[in-house]
């Protein structure tokens, strides 16, 4: 699969992968922070952004489809950095292609199964006729009166597209992710670890990665150091861009 991609600065490659209705562009402004010393890769996920829409939707998949971009644009080793569901990606990709990965970045994310915490959301979005918008606020005021989280809105609000005939579609794939939700929330394939040097950079406000997850996170990825950033969320890239950046940078070099 050919994904969408934007590359920014010159040196060592390093390649960040968004989360679950995300996109490349949640990390644009990063990536030129981070032009200053690394080729930066910034990468659509199948079925999100512009990259192609398609089954099946899981880490596996998704880890050969990085595989495969990785050969296509001449990279044999990267770093890589991945965000919540990117997360995931990032380290299935890292046990299945150790030699392929310089060090390994994991934002906010576990390599566990997690329980359903998006029905909310997916049942709001399956039900937008989207159809029946004639403009973004219409799809606002729809959220706005069943989701309680201003930050979720706007997050979804920026993968509403227009159509040729001036209508309104999502960027991502709405059913194969719907389908797929139970996979999304599937654990990380773990039958072969990863001995290198990885960073597991959490949010101090956050449930998604636990000090009670790090143990069973050693025993795959022995080398993992853990930093949590006070006061940020699950968006901890987004919510502590300047500290995010500073532990990246720091763990990098």
């Known amino acids: 699969m050919e994904l969408n991609y934007k590359s920014y600065g010159q040196g060592p490659a390093l390649i960040i992968l968004h989360g679950l209705f995300g996109s490349l562009d949640n990390w644009v402004s990063h990536a030129r922070r981070l032009a200053n010393d ?5 990468l659509d996920l199948r079925n999100h952004g512009k990259s192609p829409h398609a089954s099946p939707f899981d880490y596996p998949t998704m880890a050969e489809d990085l595989a495969e971009f990785m050969d296509d644009h001449g990279i044999y080793m990267a770093h890589l950095l991945g965000h919540s569901m990117g997360g995931k990606v990032v380290m299935q990709f890292a046990v299945e292609y150790p030699e392929r990965v310089e060090k390994l970045i994991v934002a906010d994310m576990a390599p566990k199964t997690y329980p359903p915490h998006h029905t909310e959301i997916l049942e709001a979005l399956i039900q937008l006729d989207m159809s029946s918008l004639t ?108 500290a995010f950046l500073e532990e990246v940078i720091k763990f990098l070099q």
Do not use: C
């Open 38 to 42: 690394f080729s930066v890769y910034l």
């Open 135 to 242: 403009t973004r606020s219409d799809a606002a005021q729809y959220f706005q009166e069943r989701l309680d989280d201003v930050a979720v809105i706007q997050f979804l609000l920026k993968n509403i597209a227009r159509t040729p005939d001036k209508g309104f579609r999502w960027k991502f794939n709405l059913p194969v992710i719907y389908d797929s939700y139970e996979e999304i929330l599937a654990n990380v394939n773990l039958e072969y670890g990863f001995d290198k040097s990885t960073l597991f950079l959490s949010g101090g406000d956050s449930t998604y990665l636990l000090p009670e997850d790090h143990d069973m996170i050693l025993s795959h990825f022995p080398q993992a150091q853990f930093h949590s950033i006070p006061g940020a969320g699950h968006w901890v890239h987004a919510e502590a861009p300047t």
